[in-house]
Nanobody, 118 residues
Framework: QVQLVESGGGLLQAGGSLGLSCAASGGSSAMGWFRQPPGKEREFVAAIGSDGSTVYVRSVKGRFTISRDIAKNTVYLQMNSLKPEDTAVYYC???????????????WGQGTQVTVSS
């Protein structure tokens, strides 16, 4: 079983930048980032496949960048121009295929809090 550990969350003001990292205990074909705002369901943020293909939710495209280091079993999410609506617990996930649904992923991290103030 793959274990995932997120890091890099924190508190910052709108317009700032923050980088998240997720270290996995083993390799996965696809890795993604999801977030769960207070009182809401988990929502897709970004994902990256084994070939480097990426997909983003429209609300973060152009601001967030997902990348991975396959050799290190690590996925990153660079978040720029952060907005208050980006406030959420961010989770990384690992699975077999590039997808945007939580049910398509097999393993999940504990999550890291990102809070953006206005």
């Amino acid at each position: 079983q793959v274990q995932l550990v997120e890091s890099g969350g924190g508190l910052l003001q709108a317009g700032g930048s923050l980088g998240l990292s997720c270290a996995a205990s083993g390799g996965s074909s696809a890795m993604g980032w999801f977030r769960q705002p207070p009182g809401k369901e988990r929502e897709f943020v970004a994902a990256i496949g084994s070939d480097g293909s990426t997909v983003y939710v429209r609300s973060v495209k152009g601001r967030f960048t997902i990348s991975r280091d396959i050799a290190k079993n690590t996925v990153y999410l660079q978040m720029n121009s952060l907005k208050p609506e980006d406030t959420a617990v961010y989770y990384c996930a690992a699975g077999t295929v590039l997808a945007d649904l939580p049910t398509d992923y097999d393993y999940w991290g504990q999550g890291t809090q990102v809070t953006v103030s206005s």
